[in-house]
């Protein structure tokens, strides 16, 4: 599945964004979706994940402030993130992956990835 992430753009410390990750050519309700970041100098970061039975989870640094979301009828996966922080500054992606993983945290375990979208969180 090709996958193109969006939404994302420069804002304040304690101000939110919402991401959009749209999938052509094949529907989003055959995967289990998640989102991903990369700050510069760091390794890729696990951010959420949401499967295919709807089941959400987040990094332990995301937790109560970012929601994921999907909408199977329009393809589209969404990343709600609320109470921002310049640590959450980042180059953010979705991944996409058709069988459950137990070590869904691990970027190489997705086949699937969109182009990126890049966060930033001034203080």
């Known amino acids: 599945v090709q996958l193109q992430a969006f939404g994302g753009g420069l804002v304040q410390a304690g101000g939110s964004l919402r991401l959009s990750c749209v999938a052509s050519a094949r529907r989003i309700s055959n995967y289990n979706m998640g989102w991903f970041r990369q700050a510069p100098g760091k390794e890729r970061e696990f951010v959420s994940i949401?499967?295919?039975?709807?089941?959400?989870y987040y990094g332990n640094s995301v937790k109560g402030r970012f929601t994921i979301s999907r909408y199977n009828n329009n393809s589209t996966l969404y990343l709600q993130m609320n109470n921002l922080k310049a640590e959450d500054t980042a180059v953010y992606y979705c991944a996409a992956r058709m069988t459950w993983s137990v070590a869904y945290w691990t970027p190489s375990q997705y086949g699937s990835w969109g182009q990126g979208t890049q966060v930033t969180v001034s203080s």
């Open positions: 949401i499967r295919l039975n709807g089941a959400k």
